[in-house]
T-cell receptor, first 121, second 112 residues
Framework: GAVVSQHPSRVICKSGTSVKIECRSL??????MFWYRQFPKKSLMLMAT?????????EQGVEKDKFLINHASLTLSTLTVTSAHPEDSSFYIC?????????????????FGPGTRLTVL | GESVGLHLPTLSVQEGDNSIINCAYS??????FIWYKQESGKGPQFIID?????DKRQGQRVTVLLNKTVKHLSLQIAATQPGDSAVYFC???????????FGAGTILRVKS
């Protein structure tokens, strides 16, 4: 149990275009999803927290107009990188938290997707 | 500020030996801790967790120890295998919906 998927796993785009990344909890409902960014050989940097049906909460320094987050259902959150530039190239990872005890384990545990490698040319 | 850090950035062990990965945390209000394993190009994988009302928890080949007195967390891997080679992160949070704070990560290399 507690499987999280991301799509696409890898994307290459031209500078100025927008890219959408999907995050799905496959076997549990996620009241909260998180989006992280990770640079090579570095730890995960939280970008934003997304609660189903409400606006995302962004971390300090993260541009909400550039990184649009939509959490439309209890199993799906999307991150759209708008007008992408080479400096946005990174490994983007989502996680999902069950919010309640059950098959997916502790309500406080975050389960991570496999990540999306974004390369902006 | 609050932080979660690791004592050793890289750990090399011989296959079959036991591995111990350490983590220090500074937020005494944290009450939930998780160890994650991340292989190259993949997302972090949940290994084991522990709540602050415990000082030890065992899983399959892994044990997490929590010492709240010195704010120290460790992950022990028994009979380390080549497939255990990865980056290991500790993470801490206060329960009730708060965000995770990740440590810097330790690279575990298993020599055959």
């Amino acid at each position: 149990g507690a499987v999280v998927s991301q799509h696409p796993s890898r994307v290459i785009c031209k500078s100025g275009t927008s890219v959408k990344i999907e995050c799905r909890s496959l076997d549990f409902q996620a009241t909260t999803m998180f989006w992280y960014r990770q640079f090579p050989k570095k730890s995960l940097m939280l970008m934003a927290t997304s609660n189903e049906g409400s606006k995302a909460t962004y971390e300090q320094g993260v541009e909400k107009d550039k990184f649009l987050i939509n959490h439309a259902s209890l199993t799906l959150s999307t991150l759209t990188v708008t007008s992408a530039h080479p400096e946005d190239s990174s490994f983007y990872i989502c996680s999902a938290r069950p919010g309640t005890s059950g098959r997916a384990g502790s309500p406080d545990t975050q389960y991570f997707g496999p990540g999306t490698r974004l390369t902006v040319l | 500020g609050e932080s979660v850090g690791l004592h050793l950035p890289t750990l090399s062990v011989q296959e079959g030996d036991n591995s111990i990965i350490n983590c220090a945390y500074s937020n005494s209000a944290s009450d939930y801790f998780i160890w994650y394993k991340q292989e190259s190009g993949k997302g972090p994988q949940f290994i084991i967790d522990i709540r602050s009302n415990m000082d030890k928890r065992q899983g399959q080949r892994v044990t997490v120890l929590l010492n709240k007195t010195v704010k120290h967390l460790s992950l022990q891997i028994a009979a380390t295998q080549p497939g255990d080679s990865a980056v290991y992160f500790c993470a801490e949070t206060r329960g009730g919906g708060n965000k995770l704070v990740f440590g810097a990560g330790t690279i575990l290399r298993v020599k055959s």
